[in-house]
């Protein structure tokens, strides 16, 4: 194992340690080694011109005004990515939709389209 040493300012240290706390890690090193693999394996995954396949999922209260119809309007502005949707009445109140769509990896805003 090779030694890393790092400073970080003291409320990234206690908002660190509560995650140590809340994850249940042994130490720092287990859970900054852990935190830097998932980094590093996301980094290695991301092939920009790679196709992907995104599945974007929401909740909202279909009362508020015009929010059903801003959601269509965005698929609608996105009809070369978007496969397919699905719209679930949760409660009286919520609504729970879930967008499949596609494309390069380069568009990752996906996420904040809809």
Request: glycine share 2%; proline share 2%.
């Amino acid at each position: 194992m090779e030694r890393l040493s790092i400073t970080v300012d003291k409320p990234i240290a206690d908002a660190f340690q509560k995650l140590i706390e809340k994850r249940g890690y042994k130490n720092r090193s287990e859970a900054f080694r852990d935190l830097l693999r998932n980094e590093l394996a996301k980094e290695s995954l991301l092939n920009p011109e790679q196709e992907c396949v995104a599945v974007v999922s929401y909740a909202f209260d279909h009362e508020k005004a015009l929010l059903s119809k801003r959601n269509v309007e965005h698929q609608h502005s996105h009809l070369d990515m978007v496969i397919s949707s699905m719209h679930v009445h949760a409660t009286h109140e919520t609504c729970v939709e879930a967008v499949i769509a596609k494309g390069i990896a380069s568009r990752r805003h996906l996420g904040t389209v809809f």
